[in-house]
């Protein structure tokens, strides 16, 4: 997501990963990556593993998005059975709700709240394949993410956005953001699925990160490169440094807009989402969370 100007605090807990041997015994997942799986979180528990994640509360407003986030079960939860729409071992579901005139603690006013969890201080990484398992519903001006931020202030700290998905169904987008190539940055780019096959089925979504270079897939299939050299075109390469994960529902604001041209009753959110997140029928499922490191 672009325009990502703040960082967020959170205390500090042990690292728990899931032993290798738990990657096998996932019916849904892909054959492991070749390497050393230095992150894995299958959201197999009642809630949320809080040794892995933090959940994020609102204090910080970005994007004219329409949303505030919270800490709650509300938002954030874990779903088993039939309510993880086939993730065999549980799912992370984030959905965001009609809450009007909702305050924040620092005063400002919402008519949403949603989740977004974070991995900052807990686990982050340089290099890799990061990789997730993701099912949306689809909708005008819905905006869920999955993605990296580094430490420190926006862009320098680099921002590598894996997925993002602000409402047409046949397709999912994947940027890089760093100095002289933020907010309107020249990298990004889409990837259109199969008629029968778009956003509202399950997908992985994921980046290789090399110190030279970025390359996305979707289901294993390259949808855009981006390199050093060409980053360097416009400012300071911003990807030689720790990058922490981030999954989170957002609603409305700069970019939706750009897409649908929707201003009323929402800013990039007509009344049809609205209706959605009123019934609780906008959702994002992530059946499991990935890294792997090259050796």
């Given at each position: 997501?672009?325009?990502?100007?703040?960082?967020?605090?959170?205390?500090?807990?042990?690292?728990?990963?899931?032993?290798?041997?738990?990657?096998?015994?996932?019916?849904?997942?892909?054959?492991?990556?070749?390497?050393?799986?230095?992150?894995?979180?299958?959201?197999?528990?009642?809630?949320l593993n809080r040794a892995n994640w933090n959940a994020v509360v609102t204090g910080f407003h970005v994007n004219d998005e329409l949303q505030a986030y919270v800490d709650s079960p509300a938002v954030i939860s874990i779903v088993h059975g039939a309510a993880a729409q086939g993730a065999s071992n549980g799912a992370l579901q984030l959905i965001p709700r009609y809450s009007p005139k909702f305050k924040t603690f620092d005063g400002k006013q919402?008519?949403?709240?949603?989740?977004?969890?974070?991995?900052?201080?807990?686990?982050?990484?340089?290099?890799?394949?990061?990789?997730?398992?993701?099912k949306m519903s689809a909708g005008d001006g819905l905006w869920p993410a999955w993605w990296a931020l580094g430490y420190g202030n926006w862009p320098a700290c680099g921002e590598i956005d894996i997925m993002e998905f602000v409402g047409e169904a046949d397709w999912a987008s994947a940027a890089v953001h760093?100095?002289?190539?933020?907010?309107?940055?020249?990298?990004?780019?889409?990837?259109y699925f199969d008629k029968g096959n778009d956003v509202t089925q399950w997908h992985i979504y994921a980046v290789d990160w090399t110190p030279d270079a970025m390359i996305f897939k979707y289901d294993g299939?390259?949808?855009?490169?981006?390199?050093?050299?060409?980053?360097?075109?416009?400012?300071?390469?911003?990807?030689?440094?720790?990058?922490?994960?981030?999954?989170?529902?957002a609603l409305g604001g700069a970019y939706p807009v750009k897409i649908n041209g929707v201003k009323q009753p929402y800013y990039g959110l007509p009344q049809s989402s609205v209706e959605m997140i009123k019934k609780g029928d906008a959702w994002m499922l992530v059946d499991w969370v990935k890294v792997t490191k090259t050796k």
């Open positions: 997501m672009f325009f990502k100007k703040y960082t967020f605090l959170a205390a500090a807990a042990a690292l728990t990963l899931a032993a290798p041997g738990l990657w096998a015994q996932k019916r849904n997942a892909p054959l492991p990556a070749k390497g050393e799986v230095i992150f894995f979180d299958d959201f197999s528990d009642k809630k919402f008519d949403f709240i949603s989740g977004r969890i974070n991995s900052q201080d807990k686990f982050d990484f340089t290099y890799g394949t990061a990789e997730a398992r993701i760093g100095p002289g190539y933020s907010g309107e940055t020249p990298f990004v780019d889409r990837l299939k390259v949808m855009f490169r981006v390199t050093r050299a060409m980053a360097e075109h416009y400012g300071k390469w911003a990807f030689d440094n720790k990058k922490y994960l981030i999954l989170n529902y």
